[in-house]
């Protein structure tokens, strides 16, 4: 058992700083062990860790040799692009994803989902070099990891007994999709398939959905009437979503109304300001959005860091934050909404709450949220993860 005391800090920006105490990886009010680690956070903000709850990290260069790209026409070749970067990296899956997700906590991430890919071009690889990887950082890092089908389901052969050998023998906990229709071109059975194995297999569902207009529309109610046959309550999220901002009120609502009677939860990257989705919406039908940092420095793009604080900046940028409240509420999206999707309990200082937090230097939240500055303390689990951007 592990205790940790924080003296003079200032949970969430409060005026005066306080103490905090953490036993066995939880706040308390209770006695502290005389032997408790001790650090002085000289009036530094004590903030929720953050979530990524949409990543993919085997994909990444991240620390590596500067890549060059090609222009893409599409998914297909964004696929090629892939497979041709994964087999001229002279590191190995887990060492590459490994570096991303080690930045990642330093930046004050306690929790990613990583979609790792699955396909021919790669049979397993993705999903054990991500799985190495977590390992490595399991005392700092929580990770859930995806089965996903980036080459698509039926139209690439071999891809359905991949993922059936990924859920039969444990390596995931969530089995992947990708647009049924516009890309796979067989929106029953790739459906059929996916929510097979995970109600066999008792993992979660978690289906990228880029398609607009009736294909996307057409998908997410079939993706919904699956999750009631199947009794998927709570265990199915869909990512991206890009065709749900712009159906009308009555649709809207109506979908909406559905995925929270069904508790189907949301991701978004916030690629722009047409893409991303109306969280404050969504959140007043009570449907659960979490924030991720997508793709970084892969073949589909040269940017990204894995840092969700810049991510909460980007939200607030492309959806128009302005007041105190619009910013501070950008942030509760990646630490809060984004525990919710990956049903983590929230971080809230309070006698219980997970003691999941990061200690940086700043005036308010608010602020924060605009200057993203580094971390200068990351605790997970009530110990002491990462100082000074190095993990311990």
């Not at 990444?60 to 060059?68: D, H, I, L, Q």
């Not at 508790?263 to 722009?272: F, G, K, Q």
Request: contains cysteine; hydrophobic residues 40%; proline residues 6%.
């Amino acid at each position: 058992m592990h205790s940790l005391v924080v003296r003079n800090v200032r949970p969430s920006g409060a005026d005066s700083p306080t103490d905090l105490a953490v036993v066995d990886g939880r706040f308390t009010d209770g006695p502290v062990p005389a032997d408790a680690e001790v650090v002085d956070a000289d009036g530094r903000i004590a903030l929720p860790a953050l979530v990524n709850a949409h990543i993919h990290p085997d994909k990444t260069t991240w620390g590596g040799p500067w890549v060059s790209r090609r222009p893409a026409k599409g998914i297909a070749d964004h696929c090629e692009q892939d497979a041709e970067l994964f087999r001229s990296q002279p590191r190995a899956v887990a060492e590459r994803s490994l570096g991303l997700m080690t930045h990642a906590v330093t930046r004050g991430t306690r929790a990613m989902r990583a979609h790792a890919d699955v396909a021919p071009a790669y049979d397993l690889a993705c999903l054990d070099g991500v799985a190495q990887a977590r390992d490595r950082l399991r005392h700092a890092l929580d990770v859930e990891i995806v089965a996903f089908p980036q080459h698509g389901v039926l139209r690439a052969p071999g891809t359905r007994e991949l993922l059936e050998e990924a859920a039969r023998t444990g390596a995931i906990d969530v089995v992947g999709g990708i647009d049924p229709v516009g890309f796979d071109h067989a929106l029953d059975e790739q459906l059929d398939l996916v929510f097979d194995l995970a109600d066999r297999h008792a993992v979660g569902v978690d289906l990228h959905l880029h398609d607009r207009g009736e294909a996307g529309t057409t998908t997410l109610r079939a993706v919904i009437d699956r999750t009631r046959a199947l009794a998927l309550r709570g265990k199915v999220t869909v990512s991206h979503v890009f065709g749900l901002p712009g159906l009308p009120d009555r649709e809207f609502d109506e979908i909406a109304s559905a995925m929270v009677d069904l508790d189907i939860s949301l991701t978004t990257v916030a690629p722009s300001e047409t893409r991303v989705l109306p969280v404050a919406r969504l959140r007043e039908h009570g449907v659960r959005v979490g924030l991720g940092t997508d793709g970084v420095r892969d073949a589909w793009s040269p940017f990204g860091d894995a840092d969700m604080l810049h991510r909460v900046h980007q939200l607030g940028w492309i959806t128009g934050a302005r007041t105190d409240e619009e910013l501070a509420d950008c942030y509760r999206v990646a630490a809060d909404d984004s525990a919710d999707v990956m049903n983590l309990p929230r971080v809230d200082f309070t006698p219980g709450s997970p003691a999941d937090f990061l200690l940086v230097r700043g005036e308010c939240l608010p602020q924060i949220v605009v200057d993203t500055p580094r971390p200068d303390v990351v605790v997970h689990a009530g110990r002491v993860v990462a100082r000074d951007g190095e993990v311990r």
